[in-house]
């Protein structure tokens, strides 16, 4: 990964997390080890691409409620209906210092879901109200630690207490 270093530590576990799959475990059951290791390769680069995105998108962060563990990354979003402690990629972006959002706190999910949604190309939106409204991490983490959502690698500046 160009500018960011990468831990032996990182693709270990990338590597490890790829030959867990069940479809990688049964390729190799069968014998189709070529195949099983192509497809674990692939998988480990495709997962280095997101945790670069996740290290330098502006508004890169990941977001863990009931419902699951995402990582947004501008357009593109990775997910799992596991807690975060059970997805890899994700526990290694906020090791890595991505901002992360749990959800797991809020109780009021009409609240919540009214929220806008975090603008994905770094543009801020003139009119943050209406149907597809966006608005800034910084000001989505606002809101959100309002409804009693817990905030770690907090990308806004500090402020004095």
């Known amino acids: 990964m160009k500018g960011i ?10 590597r490890a997390t790829a030959a867990s799959w069940w479809r990688h475990k049964e390729l190799r059951r069968t014998g189709q080890l070529k195949l099983a290791r192509r497809l674990e390769r692939e998988t480990v680069l495709r997962d280095l691409v997101h945790l670069r995105q996740a290290a330098t998108l502006s508004n890169a962060h990941v977001t863990c409620g009931d419902g699951g563990t995402f990582v947004q990354l501008g357009w593109t979003t990775v997910s799992t209906f596991a807690p975060i402690e059970r997805f890899p990629l994700t526990a290694l972006a906020v090791a890595r210092g991505t901002p992360f959002i ?32 966006a608005v800034s991490l910084t000001a989505y983490i606002d809101m959100v630690e309002e409804l009693g959502a817990r905030i770690v690698n907090d990308p806004r500046p500090s402020r004095p207490a």
Request: aromatic residues 4%.
């Open 5 to 14: 270093p990468m831990q032996t530590g990182v693709l270990r576990v990338l």
């Open 102 to 133: 749990d959800i797991r706190p809020v109780t009021d999910v009409i609240a919540f879901a009214n929220l806008p949604r975090v603008t994905r190309d770094g543009s801020v939106d003139p009119e943050p109200w209406g149907p597809g409204r």
